[in-house]
């Protein structure tokens, strides 16, 4: 149990760079005494957990190679985190638990997501009253945070749908997906400033530059492909 006046904790593993960012700043803008520590991957996660022993776990279920599911298996077998509350993020309504009241099950796909997690959070936490630059973080925020998962639901069609017209339809949707998130979280950016952004990732002396890299790509590359559409559907119309 916490001593009083004891910095709180929160763990977030999400492979969503751009998600991470956004629910990290907007937890960090809100919460008082606390901090947010931060992964991409399920094993460094977890050593993450083991370190720092979080009182709440946010958990992406979908994380690549060493699952979310994976991580909440390993974490509910392991006594030190008996008393820890577990949020775990999934795409669709498919992971039922039935292990302890600590377990929070959050759809990606609910309207209401953004609002509800950071709830969860603040329950458990001190925290601020919202401001107005704090609101309109959160309203862009949101953006983001629906965007890039739709981004992702389009990826996992692409991998699993079988029909190369809906295909074509989900990648076109994927790059028009990825060009709001990155407008969005440019706007994002401007409101919570560049040296907030080198700070909130500053658990990981590479994941700035990586923030830097893979946003940038991604706004480049959805661009570059949506500019390729138009110019093809102009000449074709002009050819007609």
Known sequence: MDSPGSQKKVLLIDNDISIRFVIKKLLNNILINSRIYSSDKGPEGLGLAYIVKPNIIILDTTLPRYSGREVVDFIVTNKIFTNTKVVLLQENNDFSLKWSLNYIVLSKTDVNFT???????????????????????????KRVIKFSNSS??????????????????????????????????????????????????????DE?????????????????????????????????
Not at 171 to 195: D, H, M, P
Not at 212 to 240: C, D, E, H, P, W
């Open 115 to 141: 609002d509800i997690l950071l709830n969860i959070v603040k329950t458990d936490f001190e925290h601020k009253e919202e401001g107005a630059i704090y609101k309109l973080s959160l309203f862009l925020g």
């Open 152 to 205: 992702d639901n389009n990826t996992t069609q692409i991998d699993t749908n079988p029909d190369y017209l809906k295909k074509i339809h989900h990648v076109l949707a994927y790059f028009i997906n990825q060009l709001v998130t990155t407008f969005y979280l440019f706007l994002f950016l401007i409101l919570v400033g560049r040296k907030d952004l080198q700070e909130d990732l500053s658990d990981d002396k």
């Open 208 to 240: 700035f530059s990586s923030f830097r890299s893979n946003v940038y790509s991604k706004f480049i590359g959805a661009v570059s492909f949506l500019t390729i559409v138009i110019a093809m559907v102009i000449i074709i119309s002009l050819s007609q």
